[in-house]
């Protein structure tokens, strides 16, 4: 049974974080598709620039949500058969990573990860995924920076997971998750290197 669910944890994890929200309902809506517009990401930061924030911030909710229960959902069921339940919770996360980032839906090109990662977080240990959100609110309020921000937020998570008593293994799967978010964002590090990142804005005059 335990080895069923630790299958299923990876599968499910992989196809549920696969659907990607700004990709749907750009085309659904705007019939067009995200990942040919602005910067080509298909997340929540491209969408709001691209069509605004009408849309935006239903992409936000689900790309928390749909990581948030896959991962909390497993891991209960694997804390069910004695697995430890930050385990269970940051092994179905990396799937999710895996999931978002390249989903065979469509054509293995996806998303960067950062709400994925951030409610894998909140699940692993709420108190860590707070601090790193509010680290990440901070920055974003003194850079305008949204890549720099969530990214130097998700890399101190698996730090921050030390002082709470996370076991190595968890840490370890967190580190992977928040490498490998950083790692997709290295193009947006170009830019900025460049200085031709572009700031976060909250407001935004498209409807």
Same mark, same amino acid.
């Given at each position: ?17 696969? @659907? ?73 996360? @990396? ?20 709400? =994925? ?18 680290? @990440? ?20 998570? /698996?730090?921050?997971?030390? /002082? ?14 928040? =490498? ?28």
């Amino acid at each position: 049974m335990k080895i069923l669910l630790y299958i299923l944890a990876a599968v499910c994890g992989y196809v549920i974080a696969g @659907m990607n929200p700004a990709i749907a309902l750009s085309k659904a809506i705007y019939k067009k598709d995200i990942r040919a517009c602005g910067s080509g990401n298909p997340g929540f930061t491209n969408f709001k620039r691209t069509f605004g924030n009408k849309w935006a911030w239903w992409v936000l909710v689900l790309d928390l949500s749909k990581a948030a229960v896959v991962v909390g959902l497993f891991a209960w069921l694997l804390s069910r058969q004695g697995v430890d339940f930050q385990l269970g919770a940051a092994y179905t996360g @990396m799937f999710c990573m895996l999931g978002h980032a390249f989903p065979f839906q469509f054509k293995f090109k996806g998303g960067k990860g950062f709400l =994925v990662c951030l409610s894998t977080m909140y699940v692993i240990d709420w108190r860590v995924g707070l601090i790193a959100t509010g680290i @990440m609110v901070v920055l974003l309020l003194v850079t305008k920076y949204m890549s720099l921000s969530t990214t130097f937020a998700m890399l101190l998570c /698996p730090i921050l997971l030390i /002082p709470f008593g996370a076991s190595v293994p968890v840490i370890l799967m967190a580190t992977f998750c928040a =490498v490998f978010m950083a790692v997709r964002h290295k193009e947006n590090f170009k830019r900025l290197i460049k200085g031709t990142e572009s700031k976060f804005i909250l407001k935004s005059k498209k409807q």
